[in-house]
């Protein structure tokens, strides 16, 4: 029996041994495993963290490109506003500039029908006060040949006042020296 017990005791001995062998082999298959697993998890933190840098690298990239963007569309947005400002003053001056010239083709067409008309009238006046000169012209011309004529007739009438003087001078120096007393 104690044999028996001693080869029971073997045998439960040798599957101890085998169950523990059994055991290392898959604790050192389970710890290979593990450090397999953990320089697997080390490359994946690794890989992992390098990934995470370079996608922060990206959107830090990404964020610094979008506020230059939105800077830019800012700015776009300022200009747009100023242009829009400006074209609106432009189109106020084209208006008022269109107003002004409207104003000052009606006072121009005013002012020509104005001038025109005084235009007319100044020559309807000078044409009278040209046949008013060209009668006292004439008139003057004829008051003048009538005054050479009248001239005329009295240079005529002294010579013969003077001729009739020297007869009747000439007469009574004659008569004087015949005995007569005046």
Not at 22 to 32: F, I, K, T, W
Not at 89 to 102: A, D, G, M, W
């Amino acid at each position: 029996m104690e044999l028996l017990k001693l080869s029971k005791f073997k045998l439960n001995l040798r599957a101890l041994i085998t169950e523990v062998r059994q055991l290392r082999q898959r604790e050192h298959s389970a710890s290979d495993q593990l450090h397999l697993l953990t320089l697997k998890q080390k490359q994946t933190e690794e890989e992992s963290s390098r990934k995470l840098k370079e996608l922060q690298s990206e959107l830090a990239l990404s964020n610094e490109a979008q506020q230059k963007l939105e800077r830019k569309v800012s700015c776009l947005q300022n200009d747009n506003a100023l242009l829009e400002n400006k074209q609106k003053e432009l189109k106020e001056t084209v208006n008022s500039l269109l107003q002004s010239r409207e104003k000052f083709v009606k006072v121009y067409k005013d002012s020509t029908c104005e001038m025109k008309r005084s235009i007319e009238s100044r020559d309807r006046k000078i044409a009278v006060l040209s046949e008013k000169i060209n009668a006292h012209l004439s008139l003057i011309d004829s008051i003048e040949k009538e005054a050479f004529s009248v001239k005329q007739v009295v240079d005529n009438a002294q010579h013969v006042l003077s001729e009739k003087d020297e007869v009747g001078i000439g007469w009574f120096k004659d008569q004087s020296g015949q005995g007569f007393d005046i």
